[in-house]
């Protein structure tokens, strides 16, 4: 069956430095894997998507890799704020007979100040 | 301004008693999906649907029926709920089904059932 695991652990840090969170999964890569922010008591919200053709995605202070080797999407958010602490979830795409998102539990990301 | 909403936001009820979660998204989208989050299981898709009269099954089914009369409204039925479907309900909807289409989200609703 398809699977699309993130760290379960929270990850803490500073102010201004960089966020780095993983997306990891198995069988084959899906077409499309996205990116989604969630906070407490809210749907979640939108953020990033990449092909599996591309390397790198970016969008103002957010960065997103794709490597099919490896299996894994790295989510980098630069210059981090408190603002930017949330739940942060990764959803796979496999189209054909499937054609449906498949989401990982999610990382909850805390910025200190 | 463009949204997906879902109504009640909270609900308590009991065993049996049977329920309907309503939904409604004003952005003309074709596909509309229900999805439950459970701690530690993440989001699960219980229905979709990929345009008016045409609905599928997802991934935990069990327990619910759907309907798609109109292309805006997607409502969740429960017929007799219990407490295994205790849970966080989100609709989502995106202009077509895709991996390449973002899914707007609604606020969710939580449900307790007793």
């Known amino acids: 069956s398809q699977k699309i695991e993130q760290n379960s652990e929270a990850l803490n840090i500073q102010e201004g430095k960089t966020a780095t969170l993983t997306c990891n999964y198995t069988?084959?890569?899906?077409?499309?894997l996205q990116w989604y922010r969630q906070d407490p008591g809210r749907g979640p919200v939108f953020l990033l998507l990449?092909?599996?053709?591309?390397k790198e995605k970016r969008k103002e202070r957010l960065k997103v890799t794709f490597d099919t080797t490896l299996k894994q999407s790295l989510f980098h958010i630069t210059a981090s704020q408190p603002a930017d602490s949330a739940t942060y979830l990764c959803?796979?795409?496999?189209?054909?007979?499937?054609?449906?998102?498949?989401f990982g539990t999610g990382t909850l990301l805390a910025v200190q100040p | 301004e463009a949204q997906v909403t879902q109504n009640p936001r909270y609900l308590i009820t009991v065993t049996g008693k049977k329920l309907t979660v309503t939904c409604s998204q004003n952005?003309?989208?074709?596909?509309m999906s229900w999805y439950r989050q459970d701690p530690g299981l993440g989001l699960r898709q219980i229905y979709y649907?990929?345009?008016?009269?045409?609905?599928d099954k997802g991934d935990v089914p069990e327990g619910y029926k759907v309907s798609r009369k109109e292309k805006r409204n997607f409502p969740l039925i429960l017929e007799s709920p219990s407490p295994n479907q205790t849970s966080l309900y989100f609709c989502?909807?995106?202009?077509?089904?895709?991996?390449?289409?973002?899914?707007?989200f609604g606020d969710g609703t939580r449900l307790s059932i007793l």
């Open positions: 989502a909807s995106s202009l077509w089904a895709g991996g390449n289409q973002p899914q707007h």
């Open positions: 069988n084959y890569s899906p077409a499309y």
């Open positions: 990449i092909r599996e053709n591309e």
């Open positions: 959803a796979k795409y496999y189209g054909g007979a499937t054609n449906k998102l498949i």
């Open positions: 952005m003309n989208h074709e596909y």
């Open positions: 649907s990929m345009n008016v009269e045409v609905t």
